[in-house]
């Protein structure tokens, strides 16, 4: 039996990248995937067609994670298809780079609401859901949360407050048996990463040089450690930040 048969997994901005990744890897486990995407539907409903040739099972549900009335739709849609939820994955989030003198009330307001206030509806919505044996909530967060690089002040901020967050919701649900866990990257080889000019050039040869492994990460890195504190491997551990990037310091 696989780690995860029988468990319903909601995985937030999972139409590419480390999302898509994670989504992908925990239905090779054995999970029901409720593949959230915000804009593409085509991305999303590649993602799980690329689980179901797999032997998985998983369905695409489009979400605006910041906004109150599709988290109840993508929750409800979790819901009605599969029953229950036992695993959140809360990775849907954007980021901007800019100096002090360049931060807009605009920017910043897009950030906070879909990484942190995002995080705050999904896991309040999702948590109702999560009976008998508990659950497992992971949220994506990132090195820059300990290490913030030169204009990355709101999207580090962004990533502090939901490792704060992460620890207090797990003392909030331990009763519940719910664990609460964030995950922290490094540079990861995403398409995002890759249109910003991250993977390439100066900035990736100063990311690869403070990198013990020697290398940037991959998606699946981030999904073998998600899949791993959303089985009963990780039954054990909560309340914490958890790095994945190869022991990066940025």
């Not at 032997?55 to 489009?62: K, L, M, P, R, T």
């Not at 990775?91 to 942190?116: H, K, W």
């Not at 407050?161 to 990257?185: H, Q, W």
């Not at 050039?201 to 100063?206: K, N, P, Q, R, V």
Request: aromatic letters at 4%.
């Amino acid at each position: 039996m696989s780690k995860l048969t029988g468990k319903v997994a909601v995985v937030t901005g999972a139409s590419k990248g480390i999302g898509a990744a994670i989504a992908k890897g925990l239905a090779k486990e054995g999970a029901k995937v409720v593949v959230n995407y915000a804009s593409s539907k085509a991305d999303g409903e590649k993602v799980v067609a690329e689980i179901k040739a797999a032997g998985g099972e998983a369905i695409a549900v489009q979400a605006d994670v910041s906004k109150q009335q599709d988290v109840d739709r993508l929750i409800g849609a979790a819901k009605s298809t599969y029953g229950k939820i036992d695993v959140l994955v809360n990775n849907a989030g954007v980021y901007e780079f800019a100096p002090i003198d360049q931060i807009t009330e605009q920017s910043f307001r897009r950030m906070f609401d879909l990484n942190v206030l995002g995080v705050l509806l999904t896991t309040q919505a999702a948590i109702k859901h999560m009976n008998g044996d508990g659950g497992s909530v992971i949220n994506i967060s990132s090195v820059v949360a300990l290490t913030p690089p030169p204009g990355g002040s709101v999207y580090s901020a962004t990533k502090g407050a939901l490792d704060v967050i992460t620890r207090t919701f797990a003392l909030e649900l331990g009763s519940r048996g719910i664990r609460v866990n964030s995950l922290s990257p490094g540079l990861t080889d995403t398409e995002g990463n890759r249109s910003a000019g991250n993977t390439e050039g100066d900035f990736l040869a100063m990311a690869i040089a403070r990198t013990p492994l020697g290398r940037v990460g991959q998606p699946d890195d981030i999904a073998d450690a998600a899949v791993f504190l959303a089985s009963n491997d990780s039954r054990w551990i909560t309340g914490e930040v958890v790095p994945v990037g190869g022991g990066i310091r940025i």
